[in-house]
DNA sequence: TATGAATGAGTTTTCATTCAT
DNA sequence: GATGAATGAAAACTCATTCAT
């Protein structure tokens, strides 16, 4: 009859895991808001901290998958593939609100199940990225930057919305999961990318005029 | 006798609030780090809550403050003065580096407390980014921009290195607590200032030249 | 396996709130008492309070249903149905001594569960004393009284030997669980019924004689 | 300064006492509610169960004196002077609310203390009591009664507006601290004085016209 | 006489997990 | 697959008491 217990068991865990924070749910919390038995968790992931390590897994496989789809426009330029990197990013993280800021905050604690997932995906992420930046300073497109610190700021415009809840609603008076917003924010992170990794159209033209 | 008490709790809640997270942490395990008895804690700040609000309170203290003495130099040109803040703030919270993670990762949940200080405190920090990037906009300093917007990238950009952990370490092979890193990091923030709101050298050259 | 975990916790619970009273009980007491596991109690009541409305909840059912038993003599008179009434009170009370004990004491405090479950139970003992004494008026078996003060006399009389404990046992060097006792105090009531609100025997015997 | 430090710690002990029961209110209730430091209790009463004690000794103490003072009355007739030791009793329970319901609940728990206190002042109690009704019987005010049962019922119509507070305000709808209940009440005790132990005027009205 | 700090023992409650069904 | 009962360990919190000042 209940064939999706499972994925109940995940949607459940994903909302109060974001709400109130891994170790501030407990299991009875979430087969409650499950409605199955609380037994049926460790039936399906071994143990709470399965679960979570589930979540995660579901995360960063779609994570990375959105970086590669991206990275499949390399060819179109740099810049193009880096802009078309980020917006995956954001629209999946959109769309998978909860999950997102759940595991945003869960990484900055510093675990034994964080450390060995994140150097997997961590090493995926870095790839595509140092490619792309590459890429792109080899082309001229971008000027001379460090990959790593670019990758890091850019993770950083893409996660703040999700980590700062309250200033999107009491200051920008939007709800995170406004469609328009993301389309909005995203435009802020291409000028980023515009004006601090490209050389800048003016400099361009400046250049073009005087030498 | 130890007048001291209330201070060695604080200290060690803040590390290990960071490093297990606030439902991670048992009272035990701040009573034992700080050498104490449990019960002081509740003597002093009525429950384990209490003892979230006063980091809560201690870091927006001093994060308010820091804005403030940047802001100072609001006489030194919008550009230097928005600078100076971002300096105050990374240094700060490099300064405080277990605090500022804890912080970051607590106002990420939707709680009580956290809605109520931080609607005091945000109300601030708006108040100063706000002039700042009005002024620089006046003076022509800035292009036309949503300083909301630009003052939630610029929190971003500044609270990525300790959110990111293990991006720090395993990537970029530093430890957050390097100041050789803040003074780093902090340049690449100037940049993204100069890039992204300052209205361009080259683009202030070019049309210097052709105008 | 065991079925009656329920049961056993519930006969220590209320022997142990009758002797230590509710605050003087521990749940630790109470599962040892009942040689179950303390979590237990929170399994089957939620927790220590759950415990006590249910104790309040068996004794409120019990108490009424003895009551409607004695209403049912109506029909042969008002005064055999009060009788009828005090009499299973007293001896459904005596059977359940401790419980009694316990209720009588707890609903001297003025606590929000008492208030709840008062108006419901005190409206009924009140319906069915105020029909017998009403129809003993009628009938010119009762003289003219206030039914609800002449209820709470009758309650009066018949709560005292659970509340005064010392005084049956140093006084009248009875102990309350004699069953003995519970038929003579009876009569007592039964006095105190012909005598305060029947028309006395006398009175009628006067009545006959003079007019 | 303050010298009354010991009154308002009893005033606050018997208010809280009262409403939560002894082991229901800490002494930092208690020491909050009367404003002093909880050290002080400690100093006064050597620990809380001193303070219980005290507050039983100043009833018991008042208690045996309205007795006493109504016994006075004895040489104008048994009867009289039954009526006239239930009116002091009656008055000054009511005028000390708090302190007589916390007795006359706690005096139901079975404790060390309650049986050392209970033993001193119920053979004082006792005395008077027989007394009065040995005389009543022998004068032939009184019919033969035992008179030991006789006081228990008086007890029991007494302590009943204390212990029924409910019953009071939402059946009677009487705050138990209006004087004109009181009043009102006392009246009943003499019916049932009158109805149950007097030979009732009829009897001696039938027995004087037929013999 | 009065107090603030501190403590240790004890309280209720929560929770992840197990297990027989 | 799924469940209700049960448990042991640990959590947060309470509290009477002590003590130096």
Redesign the interface.
């Known amino acids: 009859m209940k064939k999706d217990t499972k994925e109940v068991i995940v949607a459940a865990s994903i909302h109060l895991f974001n ?6 749910t407990s299991i009875r919390d979430i087969a409650g808001k499950a409605k199955v038995n609380p037994a049926n968790i460790a039936y399906y992931f071994e143990n709470k901290h399965g679960l979570l390590e589930h979540c995660f897994t579901i995360f960063f496989e779609r994570y990375v998958e959105e970086i590669e789809k991206g990275f499949a426009f390399i060819e179109q330029g740099a810049s193009v593939c880096l802009k078309k990197i980020a917006e995956n990013i954001m629209f999946f993280q959109f769309e998978n609100l909860h999950l997102t ?1 759940l595991i ?2 869960e ?4 675990s034994q199940i ?2 060995e997932i ?2 997997t995906y ?1 090493t995926k992420e ?1 790839f595509y990225f140092n490619r792309v930046i590459e890429r792109g300073m080899k082309t001229k497109e971008f000027c001379h930057v460090n990959a ?2 670019i ?3 850019l ?3 893409l ?10 609603s ?3 008076h939007v709800l995170p999961n406004e469609k328009y917003f993301a389309e ?2 995203i435009k ?1 992170v291409y ?2 990318i515009d ?2 990794i490209c050389k ?1 159209e ?2 361009r ?2 250049l073009a ?2 030498y």
């Open positions: 709400v109130n924070g891994f170790h501030g800021r945003l905050r990484i900055s604690i510093d964080v450390r994140m150097s961590l870095r790593d610190y990758t890091l700021q993770k950083g415009l996660n703040m919305p999700f980590l700062n809840t309250h200033y999107l009491e200051v920008l909005k924010y802020e000028k980023w004006g601090v800048n003016y400099e033209a400046y005029v005087n």
